[in-house]
């Protein structure tokens, strides 16, 4: 599998997980705490056979990005939080970033 693939699951964990997290109420529900750290370990695991290949200041920014831009987006989809046009703002700087980063990757 190449490292764009694994980073890019890796990411899509990273946001499992820090979805997760607020479900487990402080690690005390079973089931959500569960995933919570499955998803964890998948995703550091992932991201570290990633890196095998990427350089750590493209592949770990892009990895935190993932995270950063698919909670958010979450949130203001499916968990009621607010929308605001600085918001998307922002959240369209992050995917930029993202984007610049991939394409100056040689």
Do not use: N
């Not at 987006?73 to 968990?79: E, K, T």
Request: charged fraction near 5%; aromatic fraction near 8%; proline fraction near 3%.
């Amino acid at each position: 599998m190449s490292a764009w693939v694994l980073l890019v699951l890796a990411g899509l964990l990273e946001v499992g997980w820090a979805l997760g997290l607020k479900a487990t109420h402080g690690w005390t529900r079973l089931w959500p705490s569960i995933f919570t750290a499955t998803s964890m370990v998948l995703s550091l695991v992932m991201l570290s056979q990633a890196l095998k290949v990427l350089p750590i200041s493209l592949a770990y920014p892009v990895w935190v990005g993932i995270g950063a831009l698919g909670v958010a987006v979450v949130g203001m989809l499916f968990l009621g939080e607010s929308v605001s046009v600085i918001k998307l703002i922002c959240i369209g700087c992050i995917a930029l970033g993202i984007a610049g980063l991939k394409l100056s990757s040689s």
